[in-house]
């Protein structure tokens, strides 16, 4: 018997998506202290009471779009982790540097909004589950042997995203990959 999907319910979902794909870009544009339901709602295109019908309070907006980031961000650093592996040493530390080099430099507005969502849960700690989740998922997706390698990792791709974001000009691959290298193969 085929299933039939609710309309209204799907129309909701996709608005919502719609709403949280723009508070990120209000976020690229002018930092966690421009969203408002106003500003998402303009940004969205839709009226402010669908971001409150949806979003009660920032904080849930926030947490919402925390928790799609890191989503994408968990999925992203699996599919890196999973071409390391499939590519051999050096093909996979190659492979992450350009991931990392895009992310630091087209894609830079958008990692720039991420960690800026990410920092803003130390001042407000109603918000650190969501931020905490990114690490949560990847742990459960990412078979890994040793959990203290496997973190360093993690936490040297955070470090590498940071400093790459206060660089004046991003790194490219080629400067990125000897230390990703070291990342996935410690000496």
């Not at 991420?114 to 990114?134: F, M, Q, V």
């Not at 990792?153 to 290298?181: H, K, M, S, W, Y």
Request: with cysteine.
């Amino acid at each position: 018997m085929k299933r039939q999907v609710d309309g209204r319910k799907a129309r909701g979902e996709k608005r919502r998506t719609e709403i949280i794909e723009a508070t990120l870009r209000v976020i690229e544009r002018d930092g966690v202290t421009g969203v408002t339901h106003r500003t998402v709602a303009a940004e969205a295109g839709v009226p402010t009471t669908s971001t409150t019908y949806h979003f009660a309070t920032l904080d849930d907006l926030l947490v919402a779009t925390l928790i799609e980031c890191a989503r994408d961000m968990a999925t992203e650093v699996y599919w890196m982790i999973d071409r390391a592996r499939s590519h051999g040493r050096g093909r996979g530390a190659e492979e992450i540097a350009k991931l990392l080099a895009e992310a630091l430099g087209p894609k830079r507005g958008r990692t720039m909004a991420e960690y800026e969502l990410y920092l803003l849960a130390a001042r407000k700690p109603e918000l650190r589950p969501a931020a905490r989740r990114w690490l949560d998922v990847l742990t459960s997706m990412v078979r890994h042997d040793d959990e203290v390698a496997f973190r360093v990792f993690l936490a040297g791709i955070d470090g590498l995203l940071i400093q790459g974001l206060i660089d004046d000009e991003p790194p490219t691959a080629e400067e990125l990959r000897p230390v990703v290298d070291y990342l996935l193969n410690p000496r």
